[in-house]
């Protein structure tokens, strides 16, 4: 497993949830968001299965307007 994980992720609209294998990773309770990078914290990155599939899910609530959201997992910070 890598030693350092990050999640990239934007959305339009919160709050929105991030979950790693069904654990939750990162929320937001507010705003609206175009980029947000976050360091995984150790545990968050043992929630990884070597040579298993993994899945990177997230749910964000539609409040108004257009809607967009993205996420990606990364070893290097991508700012």
């Known amino acids: 497993l890598p030693e350092r994980l990050f999640l990239a992720c934007g959305h339009d609209d919160a709050p929105c949830e991030y979950y790693l294998n069904g654990k939750l990773i990162w929320s937001a309770q507010e705003g ?3 980029e947000e990078v976050v360091e995984l914290t150790p545990s968050q990155i043992a929630l990884l299965k070597a040579k298993e599939k993994n899945v990177l899910a997230f749910h964000v609530h539609q409040n108004w307007g ?10 290097d910070n991508p700012q």
């Open 32 to 34: 609206w968001n175009t």
């Open 66 to 75: 257009g809607m967009f959201a993205d996420c990606g997992l990364y070893t």
